[in-house]
């Protein structure tokens, strides 16, 4: 089973730009069905957005307008870009993958990203 | 947007009993619903998918029903590893949404 990293900045400014990569290891990035999910401290989980079929995207309409994934196949990483940060966006962000379809069998550990000034 | 809703919010139980967990959706996802196990401090980890099938290493002792719009997460016999919160989340149809989950406490 692959092993997902995620790996980014954990403290952003307010109305900056949250990047953060995920790396995969142990297999192909091209095998599986990719997404964003975050859970704000205590609270329960959301889907940000999801890539799959070798470019196809999807976002959770709520972030839309600020969000983006991409795939680097040579480096094996999946990146997400979430825009105009405020402290809403605060929370432990999680890749993840799937292998029947949008079902996550495997998880990064997550990271924190707090936007504070 | 295909709501998904969790009951109880919390379930209080003793190791050894049986734990039902329930997750309703505001309209049909067929069989496209999996269930998630978190644990303080940890990512959440896939248990089931296909409402009924387990992911790879799970025990027998998880097993999950239903199709439509309710599904049931059942744990025949709770062991002290399965204190934990629950999520369940649809991948019918965008976007996808997850449950509000439900903590199995002693």
């Known amino acids: 089973q692959v092993q997902l990293q995620e790996s980014g900045p954990g403290l952003v400014k307010p109305s900056e730009t949250l990047s953060l990569t995920c790396t995969v290891s142990?297999?192909?990035?091209?095998?599986?069905?990719w997404g964003w999910i975050r859970q704000p401290p205590g609270k329960g989980v959301e889907w940000i957005g999801s890539f799959y079929n070798s470019g196809s995207t999807n976002y959770n309409p709520s972030l839309r307008s600020r969000v983006t994934i991409s795939i680097d196949t040579s480096k094996n990483q999946l990146s997400l870009k979430l825009t105009s940060v405020t402290a809403a966006d605060t929370a432990v962000y999680y890749c993840?993958?799937?292998?029947?379809?949008?079902?996550?069998?495997?998880w990064g550990q997550g990271t924190l990203v707090t936007v504070s000034s | 947007e295909i709501v998904m809703t969790q009951s109880p919010a919390t379930l209080s139980l003793s190791p050894g009993e049986r734990a039902t967990l329930s997750c309703r959706a505001s309209q049909s996802v067929s069989s496209n619903l999996a269930w998630y196990q978190q644990k303080p401090g940890q990512a959440p980890g896939l248990l089931i998918y296909?409402?009924?099938t387990r992911a790879t290493g799970i025990p027998a002792r998880f097993s999950g029903s239903g199709s439509g719009t309710e599904f049931t997460l059942t744990i025949s016999s709770l062991q002290s590893e399965d204190f934990a919160v629950y999520y369940c989340q649809q991948y019918s149809s965008w976007p996808l949404t997850f449950g509000g989950g439900t903590k199995v406490e002693i």
């Open positions: 296909g409402a009924s």
């Open positions: 142990g297999g192909s990035i091209s095998s599986y069905y």
């Open positions: 993840a993958g799937g292998r029947q379809w949008l079902a996550f069998d495997c």
